[in-house]
Each structure stands twice: as C-alpha cells, then as structure tokens.
C-alpha cells in the first residue's frame, strides 16, 4: 500500500512539473509572439510615415525644380 501511494505522489509530482513547464512555455511562446507583432507595428508605422514624407518631399522640391527651370531660361534668354 505504502508503495503504491509513493508511486502515485511521484506521478502527480511529475505531473505538475510538466504543467509547470507547459505553461512556462505558453507565456514564453506568448510574449515573442507579443514583440513580433509590435515590431510590425511600427514597421507599418515608419512605412507610412516614410512614404508622407517622400509625397511631401516631392511636392517642396516641385516649386524649386520649377524656379530652377525658370532661371535657367531667363539666362538663356534675358531679352524677355
């Protein structure tokens, strides 16, 4: 009988312990998980920031191409 429950202690400890490292591992899995999504997060974020700032960078320099352009005729051209 004694040994019986010496055996049964041993299998509920062992158990345990697997359960222990099952969910040890869930939250392990979980948090990488976590971090992965919230660096594609700002993965999207900085693409979209980037390509604002690209359509806002050609929309300044469009004027100063235009104003170059201007002057280069104006010096092929000072009679006007």
């Known amino acids: ?5 010496r055996k ?3 299998l509920w400890g ?3 312990v697997a359960l222990i490292i099952i969910i040890g591992l869930t939250i392990f899995v979980e948090g990488i998980e ?3 999504q919230r660096r594609l997060a700002k ?6 920031l980037l ?3 690209s ?6 320099n469009k004027p100063l191409f235009q104003l170059g352009a201007l ?3 104006i010096s092929v051209n000072p009679d006007i």
């Open 71 to 73: 002057a280069s005729y």
């Open 14 to 16: 062992i158990s345990f």
């Open 51 to 53: 390509v604002v700032r």
């Open 43 to 48: 993965l999207h974020s900085l693409q979209v």
């Open 8 to 10: 049964e202690v041993m």
């Open 55 to 60: 359509d806002m960078e050609r929309e300044l």
């Open 1 to 5: 009988m004694r040994e019986r429950s």
């Open 34 to 36: 976590r971090n992965d």
